[in-house]
């Protein structure tokens, strides 16, 4: 089994209440396969420009399995995203984004990766693209889409298309209620469980993360995090550390034990994400730490 | 062991999306005892006047070991709320309070009710009176206030005292960051958890519950409910779960895993109190449906 990942590369610019980074390593697949190593490092589509350091090149090859389908475009720098969190950490501002090489992404899925059983996760981008990488993919064991408020409001059509193209997605709280007019999430994910769905994962924030299948579903609270310091990244890192684990544990798939043991991992995971700067909070814990955490949480939670 | 509660006793004017009913038993005493009598029947302190119609005894008693400590004011009337909920039920919208006999309550706790071990509930009401019961049982082996944001923004001196007479609160997210001024849930428990207190619970409404004690936390979602009809009462309800599964089960104790079955249970228990209006979503359950409630909760949450 293996995992594939395509999404953004990206230098971030970020202020919150706990300091300030004016620029550093950032993006969904950054974030996804910081996560995702832990456990199954995943092979990466995405594209950076020329700009993109040694030091990142470095950490991306130690955090994945393989970086050949991550393309460089000459004469182009890397996408960069300027934004502050307000001081409950609710709401990110953007201040400037600069697309760059993101503009042109033109995801191509090397064949390289596919040579084994794998899960299919598309981060957030334009739909259009998202079903491009999926069509590429037609052997994959699960193919799963993050999306954000954006394409809800601005390419419902198209994201309409790319939800036909995977068998899940993964959305927060504002985002479902967004898609369906739904503030009950309950019915909200019923509306959006679609019938070739096999996994809906809806995230809750502070609030945790709720897991939706044909057959049962799944709620758990976030860890208890006191002292955030920058949100950035958690949904990534989260859905990194959850697809790592099905693909550890479960070779994809979706029995309600193996998915609540990934959601209870992942919950971990993120939780270490938000209490540092870009992918420092991951990149620093020890699966020793990981563990204690896991084994903390199920005291706090499981009855 | 045995739970005594004081609180309210009301005529509720209730408007949903899901309906309206003009009159109808309502009160924190009411819907703490309707909850708590699947567990362990508590004894009652509370006011009402001349109307408190015959139906409304029986019920009373049905729900209680005593109801010595009910008076009746003559020529009173009952406390009356009418209220209606936005669509999303997260606000009540209050109408019209005549507060009746509940203006003069003068709650006394009989001697009777205390010739055993006992838990003391404190429902919202007057933070003074709060502490007059509370120093009538200073042989309680647990006693905790519930309060409302009335009281927060307009009694903080007597609300303070209150908290000092207790060994314990349940606030919900809204009274929290309101006492606090902090929105990080864990930061505002760590500011509300006073040297002297037991427990600490925060209500989160559809997003479950946190338990507090000085050596522990627990963290629990709430029971997924796709259809509310009335949510009146439910914060009571889940109190009245709550103590009285301590009451029969650890005789107050609160070891983190018998804490952590209350919870999970006071959490099933409120989860009926919604689907219906009034007492009615508690009153039609049988003992079986919640346990069969409880079973699937932990299947959606325990890993």
Same mark, same amino acid.
């Given at each position: 089994?293996?995992?594939?990942?395509?999404?953004?590369? =990206?230098?971030?610019?970020?202020?919150?209440?706990?300091?300030?980074?004016?620029?550093?390593?950032?993006?969904?697949?950054?974030?996804?396969?910081?996560?995702?190593?832990?456990?199954?490092?995943?092979?990466?589509?995405?594209?950076?420009?020329?700009?993109?350091?040694?030091?990142?090149?470095?950490?991306?090859?130690?955090?994945?399995?393989?970086? *050949?389908? @991550?393309?460089?475009?000459?004469?182009?720098?890397?996408?960069?995203?300027?934004?502050?969190?307000?001081?409950?950490?609710?709401?990110?501002?953007?201040?400037?984004?600069? $697309?760059?090489?993101? =503009?042109?992404?033109? %995801?191509? &899925?090397?064949?390289?990766?596919?040579?084994?059983?794998?899960?299919?996760?598309?981060?957030?981008?334009?739909?259009?693209?998202?079903?491009?990488?999926?069509?590429?993919? %037609?052997?994959?064991? $699960?193919?799963?889409?993050? +999306?954000?408020?954006?394409?809800?409001?601005?390419?419902?059509?198209?994201?309409?298309?790319?939800?036909?193209?995977?068998?899940?997605?993964? @959305?927060?709280?504002?985002?479902?209620?967004?898609?369906? #007019? !739904?503030?009950?999430?309950?019915?909200?994910?019923?509306?959006?469980?679609?019938?070739?769905?096999?996994?809906?994962? $809806?995230?809750?924030?502070?609030?945790?993360?709720?897991?939706?299948?044909?057959?049962?579903?799944?709620?758990?609270?976030? /860890?208890?995090?006191?002292?955030?310091?920058?949100?950035?990244?958690?949904?990534?890192?989260?859905?990194?550390?959850?697809?790592? /684990?099905?693909?550890?544990?479960?070779?994809? #798939?979706?029995?309600?034990? +193996? @998915?609540?043991?990934?959601?209870?991992? =992942?919950?971990? &995971?993120?939780?270490?994400?938000? *209490?540092?700067?870009?992918?420092?909070?991951?990149?620093?814990?020890?699966?020793? !730490? @990981?563990? =204690?955490?896991?084994?903390?949480?199920?005291?706090?939670?499981?009855?």
């Amino acid at each position: 089994m293996s995992l594939i990942s395509v999404g953004s590369l =990206a230098y971030d610019g970020i202020r919150t209440v706990a300091g300030e980074k004016p620029r550093i390593l950032g993006g969904s697949l950054t974030h996804f396969s910081n996560a995702a190593s832990l456990k199954s490092k995943p092979s990466l589509v995405g594209v950076v420009g020329e700009d993109f350091a040694p030091a990142e090149w470095d950490f991306l090859k130690s955090k994945s399995h393989s970086i *050949e389908g @991550v393309e460089v475009l000459s004469g182009e720098k890397t996408f960069f995203w300027k934004g502050y969190y307000t001081e409950d950490f609710d709401i990110a501002i953007t201040e400037e984004t600069q $697309l760059n090489a993101l =503009a042109k992404f033109d %995801p191509k &899925v090397p064949e390289s990766y596919k040579k084994t059983p794998y899960i299919l996760f598309l981060a957030n981008m334009v739909p259009e693209l998202q079903s491009k990488a999926a069509l590429q993919c %037609p052997g994959s064991v $699960l193919k799963v889409l993050d +999306t954000m408020n954006f394409w809800i409001e601005n390419n419902a059509p198209g994201l309409a298309q790319a939800f036909k193209d995977v068998d899940g997605i993964i @959305v927060n709280e504002g985002e479902a209620e967004l898609l369906t #007019g !739904q503030k009950n999430l309950i019915k909200a994910a019923e509306m959006l469980f679609q019938p070739h769905f096999k996994i809906l994962i $809806l995230k809750k924030g502070s609030h945790g993360v709720m897991v939706f299948t044909r057959d049962y579903m799944i709620s758990l609270p976030a /860890y208890p995090v006191k002292e955030i310091v920058d949100p950035t990244g958690a949904g990534d890192s989260f859905a990194g550390a959850f697809f790592s /684990y099905l693909d550890a544990e479960s070779q994809g #798939g979706l029995d309600q034990d +193996t @998915v609540k043991q990934a959601a209870a991992y =992942a919950t971990v &995971v993120a939780s270490f994400a938000v *209490e540092d700067f870009g992918v420092n909070g991951i990149n620093n814990v020890s699966p020793a !730490q @990981v563990q =204690a955490r896991l084994d903390d949480f199920r005291k706090i939670v499981s009855f």
